[in-house]
Nanobody, 116 residues
């Protein structure tokens, strides 16, 4: 069982940056491919990025490619999402989970709001 706690969200102007963190409990964290997902108001939750257990491989949704960077520190049981050049359309609640996601692992998420 893994528990995930997201943090680092906030209000930022368009063009700004934020770094999200996802702290995981449980020894099994390092074996999982981990992902970030987001859900905008009134819309379904969507995939943002994932990183393999070793951290060697990453993959991004087209909408965030070249602006967002996913990384992880297995010693700290933490996965990160560096978000640069933020746009108003990036406004959403951001969640981390395994990839593919595990239904029981969704946390509360962290709100990111980008003003124009």
């Amino acid at each position: 069982q893994v528990q995930l706690v997201e943090s680092g969200g906030g209000l930022v102007q368009a063009g700004g940056s934020l770094r999200l963190s996802c702290a995981a409990s449980g020894r099994a964290f390092k074996v999982y491919t981990m992902g970030w997902f987001r859900q905008a108001p009134g819309k379904e939750r969507k995939f943002v990025a994932y990183i393999t257990s070793s951290g060697i491989s990453t993959y991004y949704a087209d909408s965030v490619k070249d602006r967002f960077t996913i990384s992880r520190d297995n010693a700290k049981n933490t996965v990160y999402l560096q978000m640069n050049s933020l746009k108003p359309e990036d406004t959403a609640v951001y969640y981390c989970n395994t990839y593919p996601p595990t239904a029981d692992y969704w946390g509360q998420g962290t709100q990111v709001t980008v003003s124009a």
